[in-house]
């Protein structure tokens, strides 16, 4: 069973534009969320992270949401610029569970100049 | 300052042979974790395991997979008598506290022919 949902698995956006990725999840025990990039033949890196205790956290250009009571959140990038091409995945752990992520299934972003 | 570091990062296996994936974790991180990607699929947890120990590992199959991370020396995922349907990208993580964001490897990529 999927606990994490990105029922969008790609999205076009121009540069300088705002990118907006969503990722819904079904597990209410979540209470750690974290978004994570990755490029094609490696492994995904940290992008930023939002606590449950939270509603937003800010990183640069990078801003991610969280949505409690729509188990929702968003990951906003603004201005897009081309290197920011590649697959987000939003992942969302709990302590029960030692903190083990459960991944979605990711959005490919492609940034056109 | 290396990274996760994983290899081989391609291995080959014919159906019924053994396949054994290494991890070696960042320095100080004492927390491993496994995760399986399939083709167009997010990452699954697989097992998480701290020194010696493993901690939890509800993802992994019953049959044929073991993994282990001693004292000395790095993880380990086993896979034996592999089908094709194990074929996939194997990544490892690594953490200093559990918790903590996961740091990941660049993965092995497994095909079973």
């Known amino acids: 069973d999927q606990q994490v949902k990105q029922n969008s698995p790609s999205l076009s956006v121009q540069e300088g534009r705002i990118s907006i990725l969503n990722c819904d999840y079904t597990n209410s025990m979540f209470d750690y969320f974290l978004w994570y990039k990755k490029y094609p033949a490696e492994g995904p890196t940290f992008l930023i992270s939002i606590s449950s205790i939270k509603d937003k956290n800010e990183d640069g250009r990078f801003t991610v949401f969280l949505n409690k009571s729509a188990k929702h959140l968003s990951l906003h990038i603004v201005p897009s610029q081309p290197g920011d091409s590649a697959v987000y995945f939003c992942?969302?752990?709990?302590?029960?569970?030692?903190?083990?992520?459960?991944f979605g299934k990711g959005t490919s972003l492609l940034v056109t100049p | 300052n290396a990274g996760v570091m994983q290899n081989p990062r391609h291995l080959v296996r014919r159906r019924g042979q053994e396949a054994r994936l290494r991890c070696s974790p960042m320095k100080g991180h004492s927390h491993v974790y496994w995760y399986r990607q399939l083709p167009e699929e997010g990452l699954k947890f697989m097992v998480y395991l701290q020194k010696e120990n493993i901690i939890d590992e509800s993802g992994m199959p019953k049959e044929r997979f073991s993994a282990e991370f001693p004292k000395e020396g790095p993880s380990i995922l086993r896979i034996q008598q592999v089908v094709r349907g194990d074929s996939a990208a194997y990544f490892c993580?690594?953490?200093?506290?559990?918790?903590?964001?996961?740091?990941f490897g660049s993965g092995t990529q497994l095909s079973v022919l």
């Open positions: 992942a969302a752990s709990a302590i029960y569970s030692g903190y083990a992520l459960n």
């Open positions: 993580a690594s953490s200093p506290r559990r918790g903590e964001k996961l740091f």
